[in-house]
Structure formats: C-alpha cells, structure tokens
C-alpha cells in the first residue's frame, strides 16, 4: 500500500460517519475575514503601492498615459538598453519612442540568449498595494514567466488605477488559478545568516515600476512628469 492510499484511507475513515446531506464544505465554516486593512481613497491605494514597492527596492516613476512612451525611453536610454524584449500583445506605442533592438518572446529561447537581453519591458495583471506586489498571468504584454526572471532589468507599467488593489483577496479575485501566476515584491534578492544582501539571485537585479495614469495627489513622493517617485536605498 503506497502512502497516498494510506492518506486516503484515514481521510475516508474519518468521513465514515458524516451524513449525506451534512453542510457542504465551502459553506461549513464561516469565511468572512477582512479583504482590506483599513479604509483608503483610491489616490491613497496607489499610493501605499508606490511606497511599498520603494520599500522593496524597486524604483518608482508615475506619469500620465500618454507620456508613457517618452518615459520609457528614457529609462532604457539611462540604463544603456539596446536589446529589449517586448512580450506579445505588448502595445506597441509604448516603445515608439525608444531606440531599440527588438527581441521577441520566444518558446525556443535559451537562457543564455535571454541573458543577452539587456532589459524587459512588461504590464501586469493587478498590483497589490498593501504588500507592495506585481502580479503577472502570461496575458498580453506580459510574455511568459521566464522573461522577467533571467534578464537583468525588468520596466513593468502599472495602469493607474483600474490595475491596483488594496490586498491580497481582491487581488485574488481577478485572477484565475489556472493561469501561470508570478509575484513579484521588488528586484530578486536574498541574504545569507549575517543578513548580508544579494541581488539578483533568481530573477533581475533591477525593477522599475511605472504607474501610468492620472491619480489625485495625496502629498506623497513622485511627480505626474515621469521624475522618480521613491527610490529604494
């Protein structure tokens, strides 16, 4: 008998005596936990994001959607970006401006030549504020897992704000489980016992985040001219 039959014997045992009709599992216990902390406007969602991704070490930027292009450009100008891998179905205004060496979204790539890359441009799916997450479900613009896991330099735009939610539950809603799901909260990084930081480990070393939209003013950091808006130290 292998240990999955055993599991499942003890599982079956257990149920020998519940009725038939008994409440049905989702309805058993009662699941009415919090979807947010606290109560936020819109302009103050956004801008918890914006701080907890700063916080994670990811560099923010915000500017209005049809400056979306010139930004762009200059962030991979900054950074001495030629070889950029633009995803499917990403649209393709938001690279018009930027002089580049487009290099497609692959099946057949090798990890060396995605290596090569020198930046990756993607969107998202949603973007939790309240812990400071992108989440991306290889829909259009976003590519296939790999792409924001090998190269070195990840620019992910966040629509602002049909694309931001206050927590993890609401995000959860808009996703689908059967979809390649990837979290990402700041650059990839790890620290060894004396707490000594590594960047880059298993996935790009830098992550910027583009808030793309028009958001009320709250009085926090960034600018709506596509200056930072917090810069991890």
Known sequence: MS???RVLGRVRRALADVPEDDTPYERAVPR????EHGTRTVAETVELLAENLADYRAVVHRCAEAELPALLARLLVARGARKVLAPDGLPSAWLADADLVAVPDLAASTPYE?????????????????TGTLVLDGGPGQGRRRITLVPDHHICVVR??????????????RLSPTRPLTWISGPSATSDIELD?????????????????????VG??????????????
Do not use: N, W
């Open 3 to 5: 240990d999955r039959e």
């Open 32 to 35: 009415d936990y919090a979807r």
């Open 197 to 217: 930081r590594v960047e880059g480990v298993h996935g790009p070393r830098t992550l910027e985040v583009v808030l793309a939209g028009v958001i009320p003013s």
């Open 160 to 173: 602002v704000p049909e694309q931001v939610v206050a927590s993890v539950p609401q995000a959860l809603e």
């Open 114 to 130: 995605l290596d090569a890359v020198d930046s990756v441009v993607t969107g998202c799916a949603v973007a939790v504020a309240e």
């Open 220 to 233: 926090g950091t960034g600018q709506a001219d596509g200056t930072p808006a917090s810069v991890g130290e």
